[in-house]
C-alpha cells in the first residue's frame, strides 16, 4: 500500500540536570511519568500544540514538575507550586525527557499562517471548538443547544444507532448526542430513521415513546421528510454505509429539512482543506477505514444552508446555525483541526494526517489521491471512482 507522511519516533532517555536551585538526579525511565501518546486511537494531531508535564525526583522527599507547552518549558515544585529557575545551558537535556514532536513545530509560523490566509473558511479561532471530552458531543450538543438564541423547537432527526448501555449496563456513561439531548428536553420529539430498538438503551429509559421509527431507502431519489419535521432542533447523522454521510445529508437538506444542529460522523483522518467523499456502491468491498466523507466535504454541503463547524471530536463534528448562534462564524477550521485528536485507523494512520495537513497542499493532494486508490485497490477495486478536491 502506498505510505505517507513521516513515521513518529521516539526515544527514551535518562536525565542528569544542575539548575539554579536543585540538583535534578540521575533517573530511570520508570520514574519519569510518560507523556507519550497512541498515535492510532485518539491521538494529538498536532502534539506541539499539547500541553506535556512530567514529575522528577530530585531528592527522597522532593519532586519537580515539568511542562511544556509550544516548545516553552517551566519548572516548579510539586508542593508549593514555585516557579524552578531553568539553567539555559540545561534546556535542551530537559527537552529530551519529552517526545520529539512534542518540542518543535511541524511546520514553520509563516507557512501556517499562510496555509491559514488561503484555505481556513475563517478566521476566529475558538480553544473550545475540539472536544477532547467525548467520542460523538454526547456533552457539546446539550451545551450549544442550551445557548442558541431562539427558541427550542425540540424536533430531533436521527439517522442511524444509538450509542451508550444497553439493558441496564453502563447506565451513567454519557455516549450519544440524540439521548443526552432528549434527557435534556423530555418533551422532544425524535423521527428515528434506522435506529434499531432504542428501548434497549439503558439511558432512555422512560422515554422510548418518544420516537417515531422509519427505515426508508436513505439513497433513494424519492428520500422525503414527513412535513413535521422540517424544522429541527437537531440532525443527527451517524456512519453510513459505503460512507455515503454527505450524499444523505445533501438529499435531506434539498427536500426542505432545515436544521438549527447538525451532528455528524466525518472522516477526520482527512485533514481540510481536503473535500473527499466515497462515490462507490458496492456495500460488500467498500473498505472498512473509508467510513464517510471528509469534514470539508461536509462543510461544504453545509454552508450553503447557513450551518458552520462548531464543535470536533475524533470522529465527530458539530454544525451549528450561523444565524442563531452568538459568536461570528464561521470558524477558523483548521486551527480547530491542528489541535483535535484523531481516532487513527491501519489503512489512515495518524502519521498520514498529519502529513497531509502540514505538507504543501500541491503536493499532499497527490498523495491523499494515492493513498485513497491505493485503499480502495486492497480491497479489488482498483479503478473505484471518489472525489477528492480543495
Not at 98 to 104: D, G, L, V
Not at 211 to 232: T, V
Request: hydrophobic share 40%.
Amino acid at each position: 500500500m502506498a505510505r505517507s507522511g513521516r513515521d513518529p519516533f521516539r526515544q527514551p532517555c535518562l536525565l542528569a540536570i544542575t539548575s539554579l536551585v536543585y540538583v535534578l538526579l540521575l533517573v530511570t525511565q520508570a520514574e519519569i511519568a510518560s507523556a507519550q501518546e497512541d498515535d492510532s486511537f485518539g491521538g494529538r494531531v498536532d502534539p506541539w500544540m499539547k500541553e506535556y508535564s512530567e514529575a522528577i525526583r530530585v531528592s527522597p522527599k522532593e519532586v519537580v514538575l515539568l511542562h511544556l507547552l509550544r516548545g516553552q518549558l517551566s519548572a516548579y515544585k510539586s508542593d508549593t507550586g514555585e516557579p524552578v529557575p531553568i539553567a539555559a545551558e540545561q534546556s535542551e537535556q530537559l527537552f529530551a525527557v519529552f517526545p520529539k514532536e512534542a518540542r518543535h513545530s511541524p511546520v514553520e509560523k509563516a507557512v501556517w499562517e499562510e496555509r491559514e490566509r488561503g484555505h481556513a473558511a475563517g478566521q476566529r479561532k475558538d480553544k473550545k471548538c475540539p472536544v477532547d471530552q467525548g467520542n460523538h458531543l454526547e456533552q457539546a450538543v446539550v451545551e450549544v443547544h442550551k445557548a442558541l438564541t431562539v427558541p427550542h423547537r425540540d424536533l430531533i432527526l436521527n439517522i442511524g444507532g444509538l450509542y451508550g448501555g444497553r439493558n441496564g449496563e453502563l447506565p451513567d456513561h454519557l455516549d450519544d448526542p440524540t439521548v443526552e439531548l432528549l434527557r435534556a428536553r423530555p418533551k422532544s420529539r425524535v423521527l428515528c430513521w434506522h435506529c434499531g430498538n432504542v428501548a434497549d438503551v439503558t439511558r432512555l429509559q422512560g422515554l422510548s415513546d418518544n420516537f417515531e421509527h422509519q427505515a426508508p431507502d436513505l439513497l433513494s431519489p424519492e428520500l422525503s421528510m414527513p412535513e413535521h419535521y422540517r424544522e429541527l432542533d437537531l440532525l443527527r447523522l451517524d456512519a453510513q454505509p459505503m460512507g455515503q454521510s454527505c450524499r444523505i445529508l445533501g438529499k435531506i437538506l434539498r427536500s426542505g429539512v432545515r436544521p438549527r444542529l447538525v451532528a455528524m460522523f466525518v472522516l477526520s483522518q482527512v485533514p481540510p482543506p481536503f473535500k473527499f467523499a466515497p462515490l462507490s456502491l458496492n456495500k460488500d468491498r467498500h473498505p472498512r477505514a473509508v467510513l464517510g466523507c471528509s469534514l470539508s466535504m461536509a462543510s461544504e454541503v453545509l454552508a450553503p444552508y447557513g450551518l458552520s463547524l462548531l464543535r470536533l471530536t475524533g470522529p465527530y463534528a458539530l454544525f451549528v446555525e450561523r444565524a442563531n448562534w452568538k459568536e461570528p462564524l464561521p470558524l477558523n477550521e483548521l486551527d480547530c483541526y491542528r489541535r483535535a485528536s484523531l481516532w487513527g485507523y491501519s489503512d489512515l494512520p495518524l502519521a498520514f494526517a498529519r502529513d497531509w495537513l502540514f505538507s504543501p497542499v500541491d503536493e499532499a493532494l497527490p498523495r491523499l489521491w494515492s493513498n485513497m486508490t491505493a485503499i480502495y485497490a486492497a480491497t479489488g477495486q482498483p479503478n473505484v471512482p471518489f472525489t477528492l478536491g480543495i
